[in-house]
């Protein structure tokens, strides 16, 4: 499971589609495959808890990316706690 990763320049916008973070977007990295996250964790902004999200069907792709995706949809699937 991959956590939040706002500094790695061959990434992806993540698009949370639904539950507690519907709405929101993070900026992710791929796996060394070259694949977006299976699943990713974000941590909540108060307390000792990270929310999963599954990867979902939904991809976009811009003009100029090639061929790997520049967002893709997660599903909400459950809360962790500490």
């Given at each position: 499971?991959?956590?939040?990763?706002?500094?790695?320049?061959?990434?992806?916008?993540?698009?949370?589609?639904d539950g507690p973070l519907e709405g929101k977007t993070i900026s992710t990295s791929f796996l060394e495959s070259g694949d977006p996250q299976p699943l990713i964790e974000i941590p909540a902004e108060a307390g000792d808890k990270r929310f999963s999200y599954a990867r979902a069907g939904g991809l976009e792709f811009a003009?100029?990316?090639?061929?790997?995706?520049?967002?893709?949809?997660?599903?909400?699937?459950e809360t962790l706690f500490n």
């Open positions: 499971m991959a956590c939040m990763d706002t500094t790695q320049a061959r990434g992806y916008t993540a698009k949370l589609i003009g100029d990316a090639g061929e790997r995706p520049t967002a893709v949809e997660y599903r909400y699937r």
